[in-house]
């Protein structure tokens, strides 16, 4: 059998390396050689599931420590632990497969059964039940998804599909927990769970800070000058906004519980609208009437800018 590989190597980490480290090597290799963007591609198929079993021993504490130990390897699987083969074999003659190590007392077919026992454990032998491994995995989400929730269908690298459950309010790098899809157990234990890493893709026009969103609003010049209703995008959809006469670009607007719908112990954020005047082409009446307009109190916008230099 092969000799699994070391994991910090399959990663490209230190064995200094901190849990956040390990996070984002093992996401980096995910999204390189994950089978969704690599259809048909064995060698692709083969780095994603190292990568993931990598990732599964070294993101668990408990693990980790056990493999720097030198209690188990690679794999997971527990190292021999007693006597071996070889302490036998360096007793005394006559002593080396008597029962007990009492010299001279003959070979026993049962002395074999305690050898063996005593190399591998016991408790091996009796197949103790053990939980299936959790496997990690990661899903890439739309930013609206991810906002108001949804549910989305995973392929995983053994053909089998998940369905997962996004909630509303997911955050970017947040991980997801299906429970008993990991790995089968071991002599009738139960199975381990699916752990899923949620990236978010971008949006085009929100931006996300924490349950609040933030989107730049264009309006037209007569829009600021004079006010009124406008239809402003919000993740659940469009709704209608006031704006106040003599809105500069910059102003800053909110509408209440219009960000991330309320999850959890989390109330509904809100969504904040900043003006930005475009002025488009201007036709020949709007420049006529610049030409000869003359304002009541002048205003200069670059006053501050100029008191700075």
Not at 250 to 276: F, M
Request: with cysteine.
């Amino acid at each position: 059998m092969a000799k699994p590989d070391d994991p910090y190597a399959t990663l490209g980490v230190q064995r200094s390396a901190t849990q956040d480290e390990i996070r984002k090597a093992y996401r980096k290799l995910a999204r390189q050689h994950h089978p969704d963007l690599n259809p048909g591609d064995t060698v692709a198929e083969a780095a994603f599931k190292k990568a993931t079993a990598a990732n599964d021993l070294l993101s668990d504490p408990d693990k980790r420590a056990r493999f720097d130990r030198g209690e188990i390897d690679a794999s997971g699987q527990e190292k021999a632990a007693g006597p071996s083969y070889r302490d036998y074999a360096q007793q005394g003659a006559g002593q080396r497969y008597s029962r007990a190590g009492t010299p001279g007392s003959g070979w026993n077919p049962e002395d074999l059964n305690d050898i063996f026992g005593s190399m591998f454990g016991q408790g091996q032998r009796r197949g103790a039940p053990q939980r299936g491994q959790d496997e990690k995995y990661a899903l890439r989400c739309a930013f609206l998804d991810a906002v108001n929730g949804a549910t989305q269908r995973l392929t995983l690298p053994d053909g089998r599909t998940l369905s997962v459950k996004i909630p509303a309010g997911t955050k970017d790098g947040q991980t997801l927990r299906l429970r008993g899809q990991g790995a089968e157990g071991v002599g009738g234990g139960p199975a381990g769970d699916a752990l899923i890493t949620v990236t978010t893709k971008p949006h085009p026009y929100f931006e996300r800070r924490g349950n609040d969103i933030h989107v730049t609003l264009p309006v037209t010049i007569a829009e600021a000058v004079l006010g009124g209703p406008v239809q402003v995008p919000t993740p659940q959809g469009p709704v209608k906004m006031k704006i106040p006469a003599g809105s500069d670009s910059g102003t800053e607007l909110r509408l209440r519980g219009r960000g991330v719908p309320a999850h959890g112990k989390q109330d509904a954020g809100n969504l904040y609208a900043k003006l930005s005047v475009v002025i488009g082409a201007p036709d020949d009446a709007l420049k006529a009437f610049l030409a000869d307009w003359t304002p009541t109190d002048p205003v200069n916008p670059r006053a501050a800018m100029e008191d700075e230099t």
